[in-house]
T-cell receptor, first 112, second 113 residues
């Protein structure tokens, strides 16, 4: 059973471009979570999704960030008009209902 | 959610036992204590979880005193591959998932040869 998959592993964008980060949950997991980790800091929760629904987006910046988890396909974290401060590692985790989360390897976003 | 305090960093030598203590003074009655390990360029990985007294698995032991205001993660005979950041999290797994837990800066353990 493959773990949580994230791609790309590394993403470089120039200021003002869009970044799309993908997360494929573990088989049988219908809950997806996105976190952001700045250098030398702990993970910060961003958003929690179930298939086609956003359950909790309390950690999501109000502008430029959006997330979706469609019925088919991976979950997508989208950052529009990226700025240097968006440079970070973005981790996705997945779980079954009420069970512990498993984390993916992360996507490292660098904004030039 | 309970705030946790851990040492920022620790050094140890291969073969030694490492104990990392976490303070969580305002832990709630239903809260559990969970420890995660994170290697560079990887996502956090669950190590151990406990509520009180002592929990042991194949990787580590977790000691929790009666007042539950602190806990100690014990790694027996560490090796170089145990060099990582260790996070102590506190929360109620029955009412909220790990996503509600607060990841602090963790303890950066460096194991030396």
């Amino acid at each position: 059973n493959a773990g949580v998959m994230q791609n790309p592993r590394h993403l470089v964008r120039r200021r003002g471009q869009e970044a799309r980060l993908r997360c494929s949950p573990m088989k049988g997991h219908s809950h997806v979570y996105w976190y952001r980790q700045l250098p030398e800091e702990g993970l910060k929760f961003m958003v929690y999704l179930q298939k086609e629904n956003i359950i909790d987006e309390s950690g999501m910046p109000k502008e430029r960030f959006s997330a979706e988890f469609p019925k088919e396909g991976p979950s997508i974290l989208r950052i529009q008009q990226v700025v240097r401060g968006d440079s970070a590692a973005y981790f996705c985790a997945s779980s079954r209902q009420g069970a512990r989360e498993f984390f993916g390897p992360g996507t490292r976003l660098t904004v030039l | 959610l309970a705030k946790t305090t851990q040492p920022i960093s620790m050094d140890s030598y291969e073969g030694q036992e490492v104990n990392i203590t976490c303070s969580h003074n305002n832990i709630a009655t239903n809260d559990y204590i969970t420890w995660y390990q994170q290697f560079p360029s990887q996502g956090p990985r669950f190590i151990i979880q406990g509520y009180k007294t002592k929990v042991t698995n194949e990787v580590a032991s977790l000691f929790i005193p009666a007042d539950r205001k602190s806990s100690t993660l014990s790694l027996p005979r560490v090796s170089l591959s145990d060099t990582a950041v260790y996070y102590c999290l506190v929360g109620d797994p029955t009412t909220s998932g790990t996503y509600k837990y607060i990841f602090g800066t963790g303890t950066r353990l460096k194991v030396l040869a």
